[in-house]
């Protein structure tokens, strides 16, 4: 079994829909990342979160340790949030998750 | 990003032949680490480097060397490439463990 998992693997949405990605893991972890990686493959650190959720702009990232699941919301999503979502665990070496591939549609 | 490079961006090789990408830094962090990325499979670390002449290897480092002989360039090293080692590659950066800040990939493709 995978240590984390990401659902769905692919998304597609039309503009303005508010967007769910989920992460689920089964390690024990001091913190969790996500990153986007834009269709030209640069890599953005999203948030880093070790509890509760953190919020930029239209990006929400929440945290629940003791289920050991994690979600990134996007509201009102725009063409320019597609990219690849990448859920990263922190235990004593980074894990990376597979990624969910986002597509918003004008 | 605008503190890490790659180069080449983009190499087209033989099996067989060597093959060294070259990461570059101007922010002075301490940790370095080379990833491949791989359709299926999510980023996996080759080798990483704790500080200049410090390496060690990740979850897929047969294959691969590293160097480090100056803090803001990191050497990885394909001695002789096969067609498995196509893929694309991304070094980052980070002044701690958890952090990483990551260069614009480098996509090799070994024939």
């Known amino acids: 079994k995978n240590e984390v998992e990401q659902s769905p693997q692919n998304l597609t949405a039309q503009e303005g829909e508010f967007i769910t990605i989920n992460c689920s893991y089964s390690v024990g972890i001091s913190a969790l990342h996500w990153l986007q990686q834009h269709p030209g493959g640069g890599i953005v650190s999203l948030f880093m979160l070790s509890s509760g959720k953190k919020k930029h702009g239209r990006l929400i990232a929440t945290i629940n340790i003791q289920e050991k699941h994690s979600s990134l919301h996007i509201t009102a999503s725009h063409p320019r949030d597609s990219a690849v979502y990448i859920c990263v665990l922190n235990t004593d070496k980074l894990i990376f998750g597979t990624g969910t591939r986002l597509q918003v549609f004008p | 990003d605008a503190g890490i490079t790659q180069s080449p961006r983009h190499k087209v090789t033989e099996t067989g032949t060597p093959v060294t990408l070259r990461c570059h830094q101007t922010?002075?962090?301490?940790?370095m680490y080379w990833y491949r990325q791989d359709p299926g499979h999510g980023l996996r670390l080759i080798h990483y480097?704790?500080?200049?002449?410090?390496?060690d290897k990740g979850e897929v480092s047969d294959g691969y060397s590293v160097s480090r002989s100056k803090t803001e360039d990191f050497l990885l090293t394909l001695e002789s490439a096969t067609s498995s080692q196509t893929s694309v590659y991304f070094c980052a950066i980070g002044g701690t463990p958890n952090e990483q800040f990551f260069g614009p990939g480098t996509r090799l493709t070994v024939l």
């Open positions: 922010e002075n962090h301490r940790y």
């Open positions: 480097s704790y500080g200049v002449k410090d390496t």
